[in-house]
């Protein structure tokens, strides 16, 4: 048969974990001049500050970045309608009104906005069938249900929607393969599987995923490289370790991953001279190909960083604070029975 | 200032736009691009012609000529408006003269919603670029709205916009919309099979391709259309979620005629690409409910091709084969017990190493349910590291 689709690793890529050169990358980011990539993501510049952020703060750094400018920025950016916009001059959407709310939340200072109205935008969302469109437009997909109960969840408000409705409708994109994706029927994509996953557990219904189907799917996502891809057939990205990783830890199965393999592939996607994380080793980086490959190092336990929460992509000291512990599935398969276990004199249960 | 009668419309320009040898199919607007000359020249050109005339040239592709909006005389009634990045730099970014030009003028028209044929036209130059600002789309829509413009003069020019730029939500959103506002899916198929032609797994596009055939009820061709795909690559993850798609709307697959000629469908294209995941998912998929063990004369099939298109896939059906018929009798336990964990271990082992940590678990699993209670089983489990058999892992250890 054809060759499977992957990369290869040279062997002078980076093997050691630069957290100072991310750190000033991120610091210094936007403030480059004819920094043309900058200028062109402004539609999505309320993301690209969570991204920059949540990095920041998972490498011990957020004290760098500038609390006031950013909370007058994103007060400006929330429109009468309660929704907040990526940027000032773009209209509101769940996606930014989601990055404003956990970047408030890091600097434990939500009430820069109107609470109130961002549930009143988020409520608005759903439709009859229990989705949530991304805006005004209309356009249906699970990411934006997982938007939705992720905003509501940090405000403490996942009571303003109909949740029984909502789960309905993300389990009505379950696929035979076990995953999920943007709409019933859509094909399995890890970056859905995740928003699903993670839409489960801050709902309480975990249990209704098929763990050992979906998590050999997710693990199937490992090529010889070590990366992970997002569906079968294609390419290793640094992000997908995040979306795959975040996803089986959510559902107890993340040790179905070869984990130095892939820390090895993460490591790999660093640029040593700039600073960042690529898609995969060689390419040109970015803050959000940083944040998912430093935010997957953590989830594979790597000591310098701090533990990220896998269902919100946020630190978890975060979250301790707020008081939200999001649901993850147990490996609930007894390996030995019980009766076996309790005779031994040495226990091999560790 | 006449700034609005010098206003040529849209039709107006594509009539002219004919009679130039550059022009193509493209409403003429959409040729606007990549042009980037010293506004010296420009406005040495522009003091020369009547407004007209200089609207005509805008619209052609000259590149010598192109003009920024701050010169151009029809549009000096509105202030653009500098971006504001909100937290930001302290040294000016430097972008192109071009792209500020462009958005300074979109922020004005959207600062005093304009709704006018300049900003349609307008709207089109932002979205050329930058087609992933949501904002300009959204805009755009209102405008078609409000100045009621033509549809299918909107399809061309949306069709036109995916083909450059097929990876991005926001162009097929778009598309949807219009078609929903023209109640007109006549083109969809072919265009989306076109767009996949050149990529067969665009994500979008087969969101798209679902939506329109659902909402439209055009299943009829669709799984001939699924078959020329795999023909084309039996590794499409794509099509063969696209087979599952249709065939769960029509036919579904409760006919046992039907599932088994899917059944027999599937191990036929293994034995053309025995290392394809997709196509074992998919058998997986469609026999899972009524159990992998319960297909007549499968596992039989399966042994045979072990023999001669083996993969690791292939063992790991077997597998599930097996659990499958341990879960539903009560007979030869032992010895199908026995062949599913010898599997697990040449998976964990050799075949799928990198999976190993998987493999054990599933022949843990085995052992535990269907295992009898007195074997020592822990030191026997396949790929287990050092006997250890605690719950999951806490990472951050």
């Known amino acids: 048969g054809t060759q499977v689709k992957d990369v290869v690793i040279k062997s002078d890529a980076p093997s050691a974990l630069l957290l100072d050169k991310h750190a000033d990358y991120i610091a210094a980011y936007g403030s480059k001049k004819d920094d043309y990539e900058y200028t062109l993501s402004e539609y999505l510049r309320m993301s690209g500050i969570y991204w920059g952020l949540t990095v920041m703060d998972l490498m011990g750094q957020l004290t760098r970045m500038n609390q006031q400018e950013i909370s007058d920025f994103i007060k400006s950016c929330q429109h009468d309608c309660g929704g907040v916009s990526a940027s000032i001059g773009h209209d509101p959407h769940v996606l930014y009104t989601l990055s404003a709310v956990q970047i408030l939340s890091l600097y434990d200072n939500v009430n820069v906005l109107d609470v109130d109205k961002v549930v009143e935008y988020v409520r608005g969302l759903q439709q009859e069938d229990g989705s949530f469109a991304g805006d005004k437009w209309g356009e249906i997909d699970t990411r934006f249900s997982f938007c939705a109960v992720a905003t509501l969840a940090l405000l403490g408000r996942l009571d303003a929607i109909n949740m029984d409705k909502a789960v309905e409708f993300v389990l009505s994109c379950m696929n035979f393969d076990g995953g999920f994706g943007c709409r019933p029927g859509s094909e399995s994509h890890a970056g859905q599987i995740y928003c699903c996953t993670g839409f489960l557990s801050i709902a309480g219904q975990l249990h209704q995923v098929n763990a050992d189907l979906l998590g050999w799917w997710l693990c199937e996502r490992q090529l010889p490289s070590g990366g992970l891809n997002g569906r079968p057939e294609k390419l290793p990205d640094v992000c997908y370790s995040w979306w795959v990783l975040a996803s089986l830890k959510i559902i107890g199965r993340i040790h179905w991953i070869d984990k130095s393999k892939l820390r090895s592939f993460i490591l790999a996607c660093q640029d040593e001279e700039t600073g960042g994380f690529a898609d995969r080793p060689g390419d040109m980086v970015d803050p959000f190909h940083t944040l998912f490959g430093v935010a997957g190092l953590s989830l594979l336990g790597e000591g310098q960083i701090k533990d990220v929460n896998p269902v919100l992509c946020m630190p978890e000291d975060v979250l301790e604070r707020l008081g939200l512990h999001p649901d993850l599935l147990s490996y609930s398969t007894p390996l030995v029975p019980a009766a076996i276990v309790f005779n031994r004199s040495s226990s091999s249960m560790s | ?397």
């Not at chain 2, 609207?55 to 000096?76: L, S, T």
């Not at chain 2, 030009?101 to 919603?113: S, T």
């Not at chain 2, 299918?152 to 990876?167: G, L, N, V």
């Not at chain 2, 940590?357 to 349910?369: D, I, M, P």
């Open chain 2, 1 to 397: 200032m006449t700034s609005m009668s010098a206003i040529t419309q849209t039709s107006d320009l594509t009539n002219k736009a004919a009679l130039i040898p550059l022009a193509t199919e493209r409403p003429a607007y959409y040729r606007m691009s990549g042009i980037e000359e010293t506004s010296n020249v420009s406005s040495e050109f522009q003091e020369e012609r009547s407004e007209e005339e200089v609207e005509e040239e805008i619209g052609y592709e000259d590149p010598f000529r192109y003009v920024f909006y701050r010169d151009r005389k029809e549009w000096a009634d509105l202030e653009p408006v500098p971006q504001d990045d909100g937290p930001n730099p302290v040294v000016k970014i430097a972008y192109s003269d071009k792209f500020t030009d462009v958005y300074d003028y979109f922020r004005a028209l959207l600062k005093n919603d304009e709704k006018s044929d300049r900003a349609l036209l307008l709207t089109a130059e932002a979205i050329e670029l930058n087609a992933a600002n949501y904002t300009v789309w959204h805009y755009r829509r209102v405008l078609l709205q409000a100045l009621e413009k033509d549809l299918r003069e909107e399809m061309r020019y949306i069709t036109a916009i995916i083909e450059d730029q097929p990876k991005n939500y926001q162009v097929w959103h778009h598309r949807r919309m219009v078609v929903e506002w023209l109640n007109d899916p006549s083109e969809e198929l072919e265009f989306i099979a076109e767009i996949l032609s050149q990529d067969a797994k665009n994500y979008h596009a087969w969101q798209h391709r679902q939506w329109v055939i659902k909402e439209y009820k055009l299943w009829d061709s669709e799984l001939e259309y699924v078959e020329q795909l795999l023909e084309e690559d039996v590794r499409n993850n794509s099509a063969w979620n696209q087979r599952h798609y249709i065939i769960s709307h029509t036919t579904g697959y409760s006919d046992p005629a039907i599932l088994n000629r899917e059944v027999q469908y599937s191990l036929k294209q293994i034995k053309k690409a025995p290392h394809n995941e997709s196509v074992w998912n998919y058998l997986k998929g469609i026999l899972q409910d009524l159990g992998l063990s319960s297909h007549p004369g499968l596992l039989e099939q399966i042994l045979e091709l072990k023999e001669t298109h083996c993969s690791p896939y292939l063992l790991g059906f077997l597998v599930d084969i097996y659990e499958d018929f341990l879960e539903n009798t009560l007979e030869h336990h032992e010895e199908v017990l026995s062949k599913a964990l010898e599997l697990c271990e040449l998976l964990a082992r050799e075949k799928d190493t990198i999976r190993r940590e998987y493999w054990s678990y599933v022949g843990r699993s085995l052992q535990t349910k269907y295992g009898s209670s007195d074997s020592s089983t822990t030191t026997s489990a396949p790929g287990s590291d050092s006997g250890s058999v605690h719950q999951e892992t806490p990472c951050s250890s």
